[in-house]
């Protein structure tokens, strides 16, 4: 007679790695769920529950260290940038003069009004061309925009 109570443990365990894989993403409880298959399979055959031990562990490890750098080469994911980071490397608009270091501003870009703080000393006067550089906390650090003239 099949004990149904180890069975319906390693069905636990694959629902739960199903579901901990479902919420990170990062194909590491995926390769234990396959372990914990093997080992349910084992015990409908009727194998001693330490020998399904071990094919879990040992199908889980192996899974999780061989397949698991192959396949993170062939899936890209795409981490998309927050609104605040798309503003860096863009050109904004100044519509509150910056006061030099540490003195704050206001810049538009891209549609937006962000509080700026210039990464120099100097003024930066309403209507100047910034370019964003970084950002921190939610201020943008801005410089000028150098001007060429063409003769």
Avoid: H, Y
Wanted: hydrophobic residues 55%.
């Amino acid at each position: 007679m099949m004990d149904w109570t180890i069975s319906l443990i390693w069905f636990g365990i694959i629902i739960l790695t199903i579901f901990l894989e479902s919420i990170n993403g990062q194909l590491i409880s995926i390769w234990f769920m396959l372990g914990s298959v093997a080992a349910l399979i084992a015990s409908f055959l009727g194998v001693p529950f330490i020998w399904q031990l071990v094919i879990f562990l040992i199908l889980s490890i192996v899974s999780l260290v061989v397949a698991r750098p192959f396949v993170k080469k062939f899936i890209k994911l795409k981490v998309e940038d927050t609104n605040s980071g798309r503003c860096v490397g863009k050109i904004g608009i100044v519509v509150e003069e910056i006061g030099g270091i540490e003195s704050k501003g206001q810049v538009k870009v891209l549609g937006n009004i962000w509080t700026a703080i210039s990464e120099g000393k100097d003024k930066i006067s309403v209507g100047s061309e910034v370019m964003v550089l970084k950002i921190d906390g939610v201020k943008l650090i801005v410089e000028p925009v150098k001007q060429t003239i063409n003769v």
